[in-house]
């Protein structure tokens, strides 16, 4: 299929090393109009696309694809095969690797989704490409907050929730809270995870309840509340019992609510106790699921540290440096601070080699 002259556009500035303020130099369109333009909103007139063929040296390319006229995609549910197994492998590599390489194939297949759906000429078809291409920027908004970038995280999970509303799926709005959620709680505000946890909560599907209950639960950790805390973990435990699937969240960790609980004690000062979880949880997780061994490996060595066994935490720490250096994770990157803070109070002989090479992690570039 040929790219759209949205599409194309798109490709073409990045492929020129142009942002949108700098292409906003070369055309007179204001960035608001041109990030319309590229999302496909604007249909290209011919004066536009001269322009933009000037600008961005198309060879008269983009004129050919202003002019051409636009044909619904055919009636064939294979093309929802195909990008549903695509989406397994753009999974598979956010396992495994920096959010960036991860991104450079990922969001524009979003925008590829969400253009095959406006054209569908099937009803069905076209609804199930709207939920794909809610899977597609919900897992992108997922690689954006990795990236560090939570404003594009928030956006791209915007733009989920729109799509998935149009494929008939209204239950990832309630996701979206969680999303949120985790957000304040990795900013550190209790109150805020909390109170999107408990919006999130009065979703009709299980598998948002569950996951809800658990950010409740880190929540009230973080604010010191254990009754709450406990509460809440309960419930998550219970209504995990009922989930079967889950179209979106974590299909790394085998059991959610126990590295929730271990994070939650963690936060609550029973270190102890939650290394002693994640030292059970952590070998469940699969040696593919890099990201996730990282981040909760960080989570265990930490326990530990805090719990007294500080040279054990190091050891630990070390054998993570090259995972930590491959994912890229701005989660992750989080808790190794919190992990240096340790080690320069702390000051154990062990720790001086760590230190350094984490040091180096956190400032690189």
Not at 269 to 292: F, K, N, V, Y
Request: glycine residues 6%; aromatic residues 6%; neutral net charge.
């Amino acid at each position: 299929m040929s790219p759209t002259f949205a599409q194309e556009v798109r490709r073409l500035r990045n492929e020129r090393g142009l942002s949108l303020s700098q292409l906003k130099a070369l055309v007179p369109y204001s960035k608001g109009h041109l990030s319309k333009i590229e999302n496909g909103h604007i249909k290209p007139s011919p004066e536009m696309a001269r322009i933009f063929d000037d600008a961005l040296h198309a060879e008269g390319h983009l004129v050919e694809l202003a002019d051409a006229p636009t044909r619904p995609i055919p009636s064939d549910h294979t093309t929802l095969l195909t990008f549903n197994s695509m989406f397994d492998h753009h999974r598979a590599l956010g396992h495994r690797q920096s959010p960036e390489i991860v991104l450079v194939g990922l969001r524009p297949q979003v925008d590829v989704l969400s253009s095959m759906a406006r054209s569908a000429d099937d009803p069905g078809l076209g609804r199930g490409l709207w939920l794909l291409a809610a899977r597609y920027a919900e897992y992108a908004g997922w690689m954006e907050q990795e990236r560090g970038d939570d404003a594009s995280a928030a956006e791209l999970t915007r733009k989920a929730v729109q799509y998935a509303a149009k494929g008939g799926d209204l239950e990832l709005e309630a996701w979206a809270l969680v999303r949120a959620a985790e957000f304040a709680l990795y900013r550190g505000d209790a109150r805020g995870t909390v109170s999107f946890a408990r919006r999130a909560s009065k979703s009709r599907s299980p598998a948002v309840q569950a996951v809800a209950a658990q950010r409740e639960a880190q929540g009230y950790a973080l604010a010191g509340v254990a009754d709450l805390c406990q509460n809440a973990l309960d419930r998550a435990a219970r209504l995990q019992q009922t989930v079967r699937e889950s179209p979106y969240g974590t299909t790394s960790v085998m059991d959610q609510v126990a590295v929730a609980r271990a994070w939650a004690f963690y936060d609550l000062g029973r270190h102890a106790e939650a290394a002693a979880i994640l030292d059970t949880q952590l070998p469940l997780i699969a040696p593919t699921s890099l990201r996730a061994r990282t981040r909760f490996g960080l989570r265990r060595a930490l326990a530990h540290a805090a719990a007294g066994d500080v040279d054990h935490a190091c050891e630990l720490v070390s054998d993570l440096l090259d995972d930590i250096r491959q994912v890229q994770s701005a989660t992750v990157h989080i808790d190794l601070t919190a992990f240096s803070k340790l080690l320069s109070r702390l000051r154990p002989a062990a720790g001086r080699e760590v230190a350094g090479e984490i040091s180096e992690i956190l400032f690189a570039g």
